[in-house]
């Protein structure tokens, strides 16, 4: 999405015009071209950058095999009508090679192009010209230059608080480390230049990566097929229900319409219940976080008979471990319905158990969280899912399998247009995994579950932990912070969160899954010394609320209720605040660790729930200068 965003600013609307214009040229010469040689394009009257074609005294596999020995490849449509999309990277050789492989004999390719240019009827029709103006905002005429570009985009890296400037405690999200030598691969020609539906031949290396990848995720989950498409955890969660769905349907038990969720589930799985055409029903929870087995028992009790599935995060979103988790999935079983385990949370459980090990039908894997492929910022993300053998035949196919052959025999559809969907980040996870093996990825998991439980354990005795394993009195790999008792002195978990951007850290993830708390998982990457800078920011915090209960600082005007600070505050000539500038910006002092490492917020508290609840756009105004938008 940035990506996307920043070629739109380099090239503003008269660049992305002549861009444009230079990839229809290049599509109306080729269409033009193959008339020329007595093919049909079926297309003629309406196209942009995709043309189709008829041919004539020869058939498809003669022109591709043509193109191919030009290192060029062709889309087949039919035995004898192909499809060409051109883009801004084609060039006069290709398209010579191209008209060369249509017939033409030694094509005059200036000739050509200057007959295309004139030719009626070809093309774009008039009446779906574009004539009303476009990226008019001042950011889209100011970067031409990559001088100007480099300066913006620093710019914008400044305001954002990243793994460079400390933790990302965000809970739910395993915001860990991205290995550099992980990501190496993606610097590499051979990974991301090539197309998604290459001639089988040419993507072996693919292939053996995709298989290799499947046994690895076969084994940490204890499941029996793997589907790498579904692009997120999101599309994972849908094409695990579609393929419990299509499994009842090939039964004889596509009546079953309910899906049992917990309360301490990932909050998506309504969601996605919902849009599969199924009704979610919501299971207790006990005090400590524990799915409620007496109500479940009820519920299956009541509905058994028309209960698709479960959906259950183990970890629970509550951050513990449910002892419970066998017999919940034995009670769904003998309903007649199917187990999905949502896997956001694998990362607390890796090299130790899996879903089929405890009784999961489906599940999703983040690859882009527990794998270690960068997320944020517009993606990208991948959901891959597993399943027990009963369920493989129903997995998702591809769009076009007769170049790319995934899925099951009875597949209940594709969830993206790739086979593999994003498959040149697997090579991501791929690293990741080969590069710890058995050993490593284990230790990721005990690592992670050890931080979480050392930052509980040094806080419990000033902050509320909500909520614990049942047999053990442990967390998992993230837990929850209550903030609630602290109402009273008007300070809120919005304010402690605010508040740790003075102290150098990102915030826990707020108010999810409860009201008025702070999530946290510090994950396996961090070092002991940022988990103590942690626990020292946050003891500091709880003495400032300390003050505020003594009346030191009064309620409603004091660092927590004004934070964040931002250097244009604390250089500002009037200071009017019951506390001093340093305490405000260095509430450690300037040569804490926590100074050392001082990131400045660009800007004071915001409003969020006037925001949420107002929308309104801050596109910004027209630029100054609109000749280069009139000309576009």
């Not at 007959?115 to 009626?120: F, I, L, P, Q, V």
């Amino acid at each position: 999405a940035n990506m996307a965003a920043f070629y739109c600013i380099y090239h503003g609307p008269t660049g992305l015009k002549h861009i444009a214009t230079r990839i229809h040229d290049a599509a109306r010469t080729f269409a033009l071209g193959a008339e020329m040689v007595g093919h049909q394009v079926l297309n003629k009257a309406a196209f942009f950058d995709t043309v189709t074609v008829k041919l004539a005294g020869i058939t498809s596999a003669d022109f591709l095999a043509r193109c191919e020995d030009r290192r060029i490849n062709v889309w087949r449509v039919s035995d004898d009508t192909v499809s060409l999309a051109f883009d801004e990277a084609t060039t006069s050789e290709h398209l010579t090679a191209l008209l060369e492989s249509a017939g033409m004999d030694g094509p005059k390719l200036d000739v050509v192009r200057e007959m295309a240019s004139k030719a009626e009827g070809l093309g774009v029709p008039s009446d779906l010209l574009r004539t009303s103006k476009f990226l008019r905002q001042a950011v889209f005429h100011d970067y031409h230059n990559e001088t100007d570009l480099m300066r913006y985009i620093w710019t914008l890296q400044r305001k954002d608080f990243g793994l460079q400037h400390g933790m990302v405690p965000l809970g739910s999200c395993t915001m860990k480390l991205n290995p550099a030598a992980t990501m190496l691969p993606m610097s590499w020609q051979r990974v991301t230049a090539i197309h998604p539906y290459v001639p089988a031949a040419q993507a072996e290396g693919y292939k053996l990566l995709a298989t290799e990848l499947v046994q690895r995720l076969k084994e940490v989950s204890g499941l029996d097929a793997v589907s790498l498409q579904p692009n997120s955890g999101a599309q994972g969660e849908y094409a695990g229900i579609r393929t419990i769905k299509a499994y009842l349907n090939s039964i004889g038990e596509g009546h079953r319409n309910l899906v049992v969720i917990p309360a301490n589930a990932h909050g998506t799985n309504p969601a996605t219940a919902t849009v599969c055409g199924l009704k979610p029903i919501t299971v207790n929870c006990e005090k400590n976080g524990a799915v409620d087995v007496a109500h479940l028992k009820q519920v299956c009790e009541k509905h058994g008979k028309d209960i698709a599935c479960a959906m259950i995060t183990y970890p629970s979103t509550y951050g513990v471990f449910d002892s419970e988790i066998k017999t919940i999935t034995d009670i769904v079983h003998q309903t007649g319905g199917q187990v999905y385990i949502d896997g956001a949370n694998f990362n607390a459980m890796l090299g130790y158990t899996g879903p089929g090990f405890f009784g999961g039908d489906v599940c999703h894997f983040n690859l882009h969280k527990t794998f270690s492929i960068p997320h944020g910022g517009g993606g990208p993300g991948m959901g891959p899912i597993a399943c027990k053998e009963h369920l493989a035949p129903f997995l998702p196919n591809g769009p076009h399998d007769h170049i790319y052959t995934v899925g099951g025999s009875k597949a209940f559809g594709p969830t993206s247009q790739a086979p593999l969907g994003s498959a040149s980040i697997l090579t991501i996870s791929y690293m990741l995994i080969t590069m710890l093996g058995n050993d490593g990825v284990k230790h990721c998991s005990e690592f992670a579950v050890l931080a979480a439980n050392y930052l509980r354990k040094a806080l419990e005795k000033d902050y509320a932990i909500r909520f614990v394993g049942k047999s053990s009195g442990m967390s998992a790999h993230e837990f929850i912070i209550d903030m609630n008792g602290f109402g009273p002195l008007g300070v809120k978990a919005e304010d402690i969160a605010k508040r740790l951007m003075d102290y150098g850290f990102h915030a826990p993830t707020l108010a999810f899954p409860v009201n008025n708390t702070l999530m946290v998982e510090p994950t396996e990457s961090e070092p002991k010394r940022e988990l103590d800078r942690f626990i020292a920011a946050m003891l500091s915090i709880r003495n400032e609320i300390r003050k505020i209960e003594s009346g030191e600082w009064p309620k409603g005007n004091n660092p927590l209720n004004n934070a964040p600070h931002p250097a244009e505050d604390i250089a500002a000539t009037e200071w009017d605040r019951p506390y001093s500038r340093e305490v405000a910006a260095y509430p450690m002092g300037p040569d804490s660790a926590t100074g050392q490492l001082k990131f400045w917020p660009t800007i004071s508290r915001v409003n969020n729930e006037h925001g949420d609840m107002n929308l309104f756009c801050s596109c910004g105004p027209a630029a100054v200068n609109d000749a280069e938008s009139d000309s576009a």
